[in-house]
């Protein structure tokens, strides 16, 4: 089945920029989704299609995706920031069609 | 304003029968290209996606859980059901359900969640 790694914590000051890795075999070829979850609270997405926003999202948060490697960015970090960030990708190829990373806490500092 | 809730026991005896449902609204699953799916997150650890259900009635499973999941739809009563056979204490988990509007470009992305339901089964 397809695998998705990411680095289990991101530690980054306030106002500083947080990227978060989400790496996969060839993961450049697929799209690639991003959901924040703050503590008790449901998933939100916050990048679509690699980089694309949906509404109400703010600019701070953006995606890129090459290669071996999707990364999330969080510019101008604020404190509200402070969650975990999962990647999922759909992957007709795996037993698992609808695949999740591995997480990744970003604790502001 | 699309929701989703999610409803069922939130205690269940190990080799009983899960039966979880979602009720929506600000949509409907007779909309081609719409979709609802069931994703779980054990306390303190990943999502994991458990099945989905589409406008056509196309369902999908896990692998590794297929032999236990059902899902179903009732369009009239804006309701996707999920039943789990055979629980375990490793069941135990937070229930999510999530639409997915595959449109035009087949999007495979989660745009709206449930609030999600904890489910434990005792050891």
């Known amino acids: 089945s397809y695998v998705l790694t990411q680095p289990p914590s991101v530690s980054v000051a306030p106002g500083q920029t947080a990227r978060i890795t989400c790496g996969g075999n060839?993961?450049?070829?697929?799209?690639v989704h991003w959901y924040q979850q703050k503590p008790g609270q449901a998933p939100v997405l916050v990048v679509y299609?690699?980089?694309d926003r949906p509404s109400g999202i703010p600019e701070r948060f953006s995606g890129s995706n090459s290669g071996n490697t999707a990364t999330l960015t969080i510019s101008r970090v604020e404190a509200g920031d402070e969650a975990d960030y999962y990647c999922?990708?759909?992957?007709?190829?795996?037993?698992?069609?609808?695949?999740f990373g591995t997480g990744t806490k970003v604790t502001v500092l | 304003q699309v929701t989703l809730r999610e409803s069922g026991p939130a205690l269940v005896k190990p080799t009983q029968t899960l039966t979880l449902t979602c009720t929506f609204s600000?949509?409907?699953?007779?909309?081609?290209?719409?979709?609802v799916s069931w994703v779980r997150q054990p306390p303190g650890k990943a999502l994991e996606w458990l099945a989905v259900?589409?406008?056509?009635?196309?369902?999908y499973y896990s692998a590794s859980l297929m032999t236990r999941l059902t899902i179903s739809k009732d369009t009239s009563k804006n309701q996707v059901v999920l039943t789990m056979t055979n629980m375990d204490p490793v069941d135990t988990a937070t229930y999510f359900c999530?639409?997915?509007?595959?449109?035009?470009?087949?999007?495979?992305?989660?745009?709206?969640w449930g609030q999600g339901t904890l489910v434990t089964v005792p050891s």
């Open positions: 999922q990708v759909w992957d007709s190829g795996s037993d698992h069609f609808y695949v």
């Open positions: 060839n993961i450049g070829s697929k799209s």
């Open positions: 999530a639409r997915i509007n595959e449109g035009a470009s087949g999007s495979t992305q989660f745009d709206h």
């Open positions: 299609d690699d980089s």
């Open positions: 600000g949509f409907s699953l007779s909309t081609s290209g719409m979709c």
């Open positions: 259900i589409d406008w056509d009635d196309d369902k």
